[in-house]
């Protein structure tokens, strides 16, 4: 039994979210329901509602159970949710802004006041807001990359000039065999 709910939880992990970490402002799109009436003249309506923030923490690692704590200021007062990375009700997480800390656990943000409350960081390029898992392709890569075409054009010249070597020294002996 062990074995199927092992693989149960992880054929549930999501892999359309980006890296979250600790220090990071994103925004959480969740879809809510909401049911007006009684009985057979209840009326059910959904709607995605967002909220932005900057992450204090993460629990769970990259489980079924992980976790995000986001905290904002609205109206003055610091408001704090816990989502669920894997629920089906959350519609995406959008990436903001990275910004880098030394902390796994940014509970000191929580008695920050004014300025302070806003993490120092630059801002993501529109290509890297797209919610899912996208490999970075480092300098080395594309010199790898630039490498291996240069080699690929150099093997079909070598290729062609071989060719037409071939085809002189044909006809070369076609030349001597008539010549004979």
Known sequence: MTVTLQEFN???????????????VVKVYQKIVETKGVGKKAETKERIQIFEGLV?????????????TVRKISGGIGVERIFPINAPTIEKIELI??????????????DRVGKATKPKGELVDPKENM??????ISKEDIDAKSKIESEEVVASEVKEVVAEKEEKAVEDKKGIIEEK
């Open 10 to 24: 992880h054929s549930r992990i999501r892999t359309d979210m980006p890296n979250i970490k600790p220090g990071h």
């Open 56 to 68: 204090l923490g993460r629990k769970g690692g990259t489980g079924i159970n992980s976790t995000i």
């Open 97 to 110: 802004k990275i910004t880098e800390t030394r902390r796994a656990k940014l509970n000191y943000m929580r």
């Open 131 to 136: 919610v899912g898992v996208e490999e970075e």
